[in-house]
């Protein structure tokens, strides 16, 4: 079992930033794929970024939604157990509920969300 909570979200302007944090539990955190997604209101819950092992030790290789590429940064501490997400140039578009996800061992784990509004 994994455990995810985000934290960072908030209320912004459109042209600002923020940086979502998520800590995860588990022994074998540096073997997770984390991610990031997001679900706006009335919308299918999308996802906006990745970061995996790449095969070798500590090497890891991201991946972006094409809306969000160029704005926002993926990274991971391994000694921390812990996942972020730099979102700068924010949108209004950005708009939504911001959710941690670990794969592992073939199962998919969830945070509780965070919510992130960018006004215009």
């Known amino acids: 079992q994994v455990q995810l909570v985000e934290s960072g979200g908030g209320l912004v302007q459109a042209g600002g930033s923020l940086r979502l944090s998520c800590a995860a539990s588990?022994?074998?955190?540096?073997?997770?794929?984390m991610g990031w997604f997001r679900q706006a209101p009335g919308k299918e819950r999308e996802f906006v970024a990745a970061?995996?092992?790449?095969?070798?030790?500590?090497?890891?290789?991201?991946s972006y939604v094409d809306s969000v590429k160029g704005r926002f940064t993926i990274s991971r501490d391994n000694a921390k157990n812990m996942v972020y997400l730099q979102m700068s140039s924010l949108k209004p578009e950005d708009t939504a509920v911001y959710y941690c996800?670990?794969?592992?061992?073939?199962?998919?784990?969830w945070g509780q969300g965070t919510q992130v509004t960018v006004s215009s």
């Open positions: 970061i995996m092992s790449s095969g070798g030790i500590a090497n890891y290789v991201d």
């Open positions: 588990g022994r074998t955190f540096s073997s997770y794929r």
């Open positions: 996800n670990a794969r592992w061992a073939g199962a998919d784990y």
